[in-house]
C-alpha cells in the first residue's frame, strides 16, 4: 500500500493501482462492482484532465452528471455506490486527493 | 443574482486567484450564475501550455478547464490585457471570451468581486 | 432614500493599482465607500471623481484619520449595510 494520509487519502495519486482501489474500498466493506469501476475511472480520468478533485459532493455530483446524465449523476445513486460522503468515499478509492471543501 | 468574479494577479506567485476558483466553484456548486473575468496580469492563466510540475503547483491551465463543467458560465478575458501579455487567440485556452473590462460589462452582473 | 446605480467598495490603499481604476470607473449615479485601507485615501492627495464619496467611520478611527471633511460622508456599519440594500450592483474592488 502507498502512503497514505490521516484520513486514508494517497499522498501521490500516480502511485495507485485497482489492487490498491481493492485494499481501500474492503476498509470501507465495499466490494467493487463494474458500476463502481466506472466512477473509479471517471475520477482517474478528470485527476489526469483537471489536476484536482472535484472540491466538494455537489460538484463531485454535477460531473459525473456532466459525463453520465442523470441516471448515475445523482446522489442517491452514487451514495449507494459510495456510502457516506461519496465524493470523499469515491475519492479515496480512486487515489485522488481529499475534496478541499468536504467536511 | 449574478456574479462577476475577476482574477487579476498572475497565476504561480501568489494563492489569491486558487482562491476565487474555488469560491466560483462553490457558487456554481450551489447553482448560483457565476462567471471568471481575468484581466491585469490576471490573463497569464489563460496562456495555453503551462507546465508548473519544477514549481510544484498545479497547472491552473488544467484546473480551469474544469470550470464550465462544474457550471461556472462563462471565461471571459480583457483584450486590451491579452495584448499587453501579448497573448493572441491562438495561445488562448480555448473557450475562453475576449471583451472589455469596463463599467457597461461590470452592469450585467449583480455583483462583481476581485479576488484577493 | 435614493438609489444608488453601483455601490463600489474600495478596501485597497491609494498605491494598489485598484484604487485608480475604481475612482475613474464610478459615474455620478455611484456610490465609493472606502473601507479598510482604503480610507487612507482620504489622507493622502484630493480625491477626484465623479461618484457620492463614503468612507467607514471604524476604519477611519482605527487609523486616527478626522472625519471633519465636507468632501465625503462617513457611515457605520450599519450604514453600510443600509448602502448595499440601496444599490442596483455591488462591485468589491
Redesign the interface.
Known sequence: MPHRNNEGFLEDAWAWNPSVAEAIAAEDAIDLSENHWEIIRFLRD?YK????S???N??FV??VK?AFGEEKGNSIYLMQLFPGTPAKTACRIAGLPRP??CL | MSTLILIDQPPYGGWTGREALDMAFSLAAFDQPVSLLFCGAGVNWLRKGQEPGQVRQKSVEKNLSAATIFGVEALLADSDDCNRYGLEAAQLLSGVELVRADAQLFAGYSHTAFAG | MTKIQTLHILNKSPEHPRFARCLSMASPDDAILLIENGVLGLASAAISTSGQLLALAPDMAARGLDDGSTSFETIDYDGMVDLTTRAQQVVSW
Open positions: 478528470f484532465k483537471h489536476e484536482v472535484p472540491p466538494s455537489r460538484l454535477k460531473a456532466e478541499t471543501n
